[in-house]
């Protein structure tokens, strides 16, 4: 079966640095692109970076845009996602989500997600 399993997280100050992976393991990885989201208490999960199948163009949430990065190692099976310069705000439970469309069907999976916490 499917599985994404994220590490990485974990406890840091406002200023630091942490860089998140996702293994996984179960599909074509390379067929899927590949997204970070992150759920912070009391809020909706929101997208943080997403990458194509192939690597290449990215797409990242405004409030992320020029310190973190989203990159994937399709010959590991793994993406990652460096966040640099963190904030208090960036304080929440970070998924893997990888997706696929193929001829109008959906393939979704979550990983179960890793807690990132700024604090000083």
């Known amino acids: 079966q499917v599985q994404l399993v994220e590490s990485g997280g974990g406890l840091v100050q406002p200023g630091g640095s942490l860089r998140l992976s996702c293994a996984a393991s179960?599909?074509?990885?390379?067929?899927?692109?590949m997204s970070w989201y992150r759920q912070a208490p009391g809020k909706e999960r929101a997208l943080v970076a997403r990458?194509?199948?192939?690597?290449?163009?990215?797409n990242y949430a405004d409030s992320v845009k020029g310190r973190f990065t989203i990159s994937r190692d399709n010959t590991k099976n793994t993406v990652y996602l460096q966040m640099n310069s963190l904030k208090p705000e960036d304080t929440a439970v970070y998924y893997c989500?990888?997706?696929?469309?193929?001829?109008?069907?959906?393939?979704?999976?979550w990983g179960q997600g890793t807690q990132v916490t700024v604090s000083s």
């Open positions: 989500n990888a997706v696929r469309l193929v001829l109008g069907s959906t393939f979704n999976y």
């Open positions: 990458i194509p199948g192939a690597g290449g163009s990215t």
């Open positions: 179960g599909l074509t990885f390379s067929s899927y692109a």
